[in-house]
């Protein structure tokens, strides 16, 4: 029979399987360690606002800042860049630091963006919602 021919199962099996599991969550672990835990970054949204030359009481006078880019420096190198969805909104992984953020679409009419600084805190993405000025009046 083909049954008394199987070689039998060697009691060193599981101890391997755990090993190896063991291995596995120590490389997991050192890397979200060294990546500095579960991620850091910044998400939001950014608005035009103004964002027609006259607004009515009652309607909204501010729009997502639609397929923008966002460029974060830091210390005068540039770290990264998101684009902006159809809603204004974001996300970028940065390292933790205090950035300074620019967009595509400002330009030297108007103030700009607002805040013009960000800060990605280690470990956590925080919120950052900008406003900006495209020069509208």
């Keep these: 029979m083909v049954a008394e021919k199987a070689l039998p ?64 420096w830091l210390r005068g190198r540039r770290l990264g860049a998101a684009r902006t969805d159809a809603n204004g909104r974001y996300r970028i992984a940065l390292p933790p630091g205090r950035y300074t953020v620019t967009a595509k679409h400002g330009g030297a009419i108007g103030r700009g963006l607002e805040p013009a600084h960000a800060v990605a805190p280690r470990g956590r993405y925080a919120r950052v919602n900008f406003s900006l000025d495209i020069g509208i009046r």
Excluded: E
Excluded at 22 to 46: D, N
Excluded at 58 to 67: F, Q, R
């Design 9 to 72: 199962v060697r009691n060193d099996f599981v101890p391997k399987v755990r090993h190896t599991v063991g291995v596995i969550h120590a490389v997991v672990a050192a890397v979200i360690a060294v990546s500095g835990g579960t991620g850091s970054g910044l998400y939001g949204k950014v608005v035009i606002s103004p964002a027609q030359p006259v607004c009515a009481v009652g309607d909204s006078c501010t729009a997502p800042d639609k397929n923008d880019v966002l460029a974060f």
